[in-house]
């Protein structure tokens, strides 16, 4: 069975952007997909609006 082709290759598909948001509390980006790009950088749905450094206080 090969009816699958294109769906899931790492080969053949270039990885695509991920969301750049840093995540503080787990120190690693979000890196979701899909994204958007903005003039800050890739961001998935959820991180698609300038964040504020120093707010922490999403749980
Ligand atoms: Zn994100």
Do not use: L
Not at 29 to 38: I, W
Not at 43 to 49: F, G, V
């Amino acid at each position: 069975m090969t009816d699958a082709i294109g769906h899931d290759d790492p080969a053949r598909r270039p990885d695509p952007p991920r969301c750049t948001h840093w995540i503080g509390p787990e120190r690693r980006y979000c890196g979701a997909t899909p994204t958007r790009f903005y003039a800050y950088g890739y961001r998935c749905a959820e991180h698609n609006k300038i964040g504020r450094p120093g707010q922490g206080g999403a749980s």
